[in-house]
């Protein structure tokens, strides 16, 4: 038989190493609490950011969770105020504002000062982009003050930064929470969306799902999606976020302003145009001024002596097929190549009619 004063003190031994490793953990608990410091946000997941094709949006909570984190003082409180009503960033003329050197080398961030605070407060903080890509930090940024520069830093470092401070995740959230509105001075009231952006564009669902084209040496993959469409290749992918645009933004400024080309590389045009006596979905380049971008049509061809749905891309001023997508990879490669009687290739004279748009 067990000896039952073993047992009893057995038992209080492993009551008290517990009872240790309960407190250990509330002390590591309260240490990790306490390191964070001045920082607004505080690690709650271990994700990665990337810093190719960040959106304004996602540039912004970037530049405030780094700030915050890096410098705190007002770029803390204003990340903590973000956090709780959302992260607007207003954008401004840098020749309203007294910054740093502005434009001796590229510092006033070709003229856009961009002023990042929480939603329903003003925060005295903004920050300019480099044409290089660099971005530069400030405090105090107030009309008749000089601002105070706190550094410059790649979008690179910051994304860096962020991940080896494990503090991807609060980019991310306050992504969610975060606009970017054009306050610049000559901008009608129609212009609150930075950029000439108007609305987000929300394709047709017929036309959302992935398609597959295929001409013998490259497969392309289209992905169409509510508000994106990506183009993947063999080599590479790109995703593009749609949007509604002014119609007197491609003849603005901005349009040739080399900022707001890096800003919204990742941005397309999307309307509705007709050519062929049909409706297409129209794609661009959201600062192209020189091509029309790539056309989109729902169509139905016989394969095999089946009604088959298709997606025709087209392109140029003549709106003339380059593309014919299909549901799934296989038919992709056994109609590689092949030309349609009732579409409009290059070669075919019926591909004359210009695009109304």
């Not at 860096?160 to 975060?178: D, E, F, G, P, R």
Request: proline fraction near 3%; charged fraction near 20%.
């Amino acid at each position: 038989m067990v000896n039952k004063q073993l047992i009893e003190k057995l038992s209080i031994v492993g009551l008290a190493l517990l009872l240790a490793g309960c407190g250990a953990q509330s002390a590591n608990s309260n240490s990790a609490s306490s390191s964070s410091g001045s920082s607004a946000i505080t690690n709650n997941q271990k994700v990665n950011l990337d810093s190719t094709n960040m959106p304004p949006e996602e540039v912004s909570s970037l530049v405030t969770i780094y700030s915050s984190k890096k410098y705190g003082g007002d770029w803390a409180k204003a990340a903590h105020g973000a956090e709780s009503n959302g992260l607007r960033t207003n954008l401004y003329d840098t020749s309203d504002y007294r910054l740093d050197n502005p434009g001796a080398t590229g510092e006033d961030g070709s003229g856009i000062l961009y002023n990042a605070g929480p939603e329903k407060n003003s925060a005295d903080v903004a920050y300019t982009l480099n044409q290089d890509g660099s971005i530069n930090i400030y405090e105090n940024v107030k009309k008749g003050e000089k601002a105070k520069k706190l550094g410059t830093v790649s979008q690179n470092d910051m994304v860096y930064y962020i991940n080896q401070h494990n503090q991807a995740s609060q980019v991310q959230n306050l992504t969610k929470k975060s606009k970017v509105y054009d306050e610049r001075s000559g901008r009608n009231n129609a212009a609150n969306h930075e950029f000439g952006r108007q609305a987000v564009f929300t394709t047709p669902k017929s036309m959302r799902g992935v398609w597959y084209s295929d001409d013998g040496n490259q497969e392309t993959v289209l992905t169409i999606r509510e508000h994106t469409i990506t183009v993947s290749t063999n080599n590479n992918s790109t995703k593009s976020w749609l949007y509604k645009q002014y119609p007197d933004f491609l003849s603005s400024p901005d349009a040739q302003n080399k900022t707001v080309q890096a800003q919204t590389q990742t941005w397309q045009s999307a309307k509705y145009v007709d050519a062929h006596n049909k409706n297409w979905l129209n794609i661009r380049g959201w600062c192209d001024t020189q091509n029309k971008g790539q056309f989109y049509l729902l169509h139905h061809e016989k394969i095999n002596g089946k009604e088959t749905t298709v997606l025709v891309s087209a392109n140029g001023d003549k709106v003339t097929t380059d593309n014919v997508f299909y549901t799934n990879q296989s038919t992709a490669q056994k109609q590689a190549n092949h030309h349609y009687a009732d579409l409009d290739y290059p070669q075919s004279p019926e591909g004359e009619d210009e695009v109304n748009n």
